[in-house]
C-alpha cells in the first residue's frame, strides 16, 4: 500500500511512525505549549520532502524567513525543496508583531484552493487559526471539507494546543481524524523528555509505537530515545 513516507538516512523515526502517513489520512497533532508539535510535523515534512512528496505548510506563528532558519537549526536544509517549488509555505501573520483576531479564517482556509493542490498539508496550529470563528456547525463543515480533500488521495496533518479549542469542537475533529498523537513533556530523573503518543491510528500500513520518546538537538534535528520512558 502506498504511504507517504518520512523516511531519512541515520533515523528510526519513520519505523516510529508505521513508515509514514496513508493516503486518506486525517492526523491531528495535539498537546502543550512546548511539547513537541511542531518538531514532529518539522521531522515529517523534511522526510517527506527528501522522498519526493509535495507539502504545503501553514504556520501561524513563523514567517517564511523564520520557518527556513528553524528548519536550518535543526540540520533540515529546505532551501532547494522552496525553490522547486515542492514546498510552499503560507505564513498567516507575515512581518506584523502582534496578532489581530480575525473571524473569516474558517471560510478563508476553505477557499484557499492553492494550499490543498500539494501532496500532504500541515496546519500548524490549526487550532490558532480556526479559534475566533469556529462554531459546532462551522467545524463540520470545515472537517466535511478536509475528508473530501483526503479522499482525493492527499493527507492533512493539524496540530492543537491543548485547551484552545471548546470540548465540543475537539471531539468533532478527533472523530474525523485517523491518526491522533498526543505529545508531551515528562520527566525523567532530572531531564525533561518529549514524548509522542500514538492514540489512534485507524490506516496504519505497517508496526508502529504507540509511545516514542525524543529530543531535540541542535542541527541533528529530532533524535528518537533508545531507553523507555514509563
Known amino acids: 500500500m502506498k504511504v507517504f513516507s518520512v523516511q531519512i538516512k541515520n533515523d528510526e523515526f519513520h519505523k516510529k511512525l508505521g513508515g509514514g502517513l496513508p493516503p486518506g489520512t486525517i492526523a491531528l497533532i495535539k498537546g502543550g505549549h512546548g511539547s513537541g508539535k511542531s518538531i514532529v510535523c518539522q521531522?515529517?515534512?523534511?522526510?517527506?520532502?527528501?522522498?519526493?512528496?509535495?507539502?504545503?505548510?501553514?504556520?501561524?506563528?513563523?514567517t517564511t524567513t523564520d520557518f527556513v532558519k528553524q528548519m536550518l537549526s535543526l540540520g533540515y536544509n529546505i532551501v532547494h525543496h522552496i525553490i522547486k517549488g515542492n514546498l510552499k509555505f503560507f505564513p498567516v501573520y507575515p512581518l506584523i508583531n502582534e496578532m489581530r483576531e480575525r473571524g473569516d479564517y474558517t471560510k478563508r482556509l476553505i477557499s484557499a484552493r492553492s494550499i490543498f493542490e500539494s501532496d500532504v498539508v500541515y496546519i500548524d496550529s490549526f487550532s490558532s487559526l480556526i479559534k475566533f470563528d469556529i462554531d459546532d456547525r462551522a467545524v463540520v463543515d470545515l472537517m466535511s471539507f478536509l475528508k473530501r480533500i483526503v479522499a482525493t488521495g492527499k493527507a492533512v496533518v493539524l496540530t492543537a494546543v491543548e485547551n484552545e479549542l471548546p470540548n465540543s469542537i475537539m471531539e468533532e475533529v478527533e472523530?474525523?481524524?485517523?491518526?491522533?498523537?498526543?505529545?508531551?513533556?515528562?520527566?525523567?530523573?532530572?531531564?525533561?523528555?518529549?514524548?509522542?503518543?500514538?492514540?489512534?491510528?485507524?490506516?496504519?500500513v505497517s508496526q508502529y509505537s504507540k509511545q516514542t520518546a525524543f529530543?531535540?538537538?541542535?542541527?541533528?534535528?529530532?533524535?528518537?530515545?533508545?531507553?523507555?520512558?514509563?
Open 175 to 204: 472523530s474525523c481524524a485517523s491518526l491522533i498523537i498526543e505529545t508531551t513533556t515528562k520527566k525523567v530523573g532530572t531531564d525533561l523528555k518529549n514524548v509522542m503518543l500514538i492514540r489512534k491510528y485507524n490506516f496504519a
Open 43 to 62: 521531522r515529517m515534512v523534511y522526510g517527506m520532502l527528501n522522498n519526493d512528496i509535495k507539502i504545503s505548510y501553514v504556520s501561524t506563528q513563523l
Open 215 to 230: 529530543r531535540v538537538e541542535p542541527n541533528i534535528g529530532l533524535v528518537v530515545e533508545i531507553a523507555a520512558v514509563s
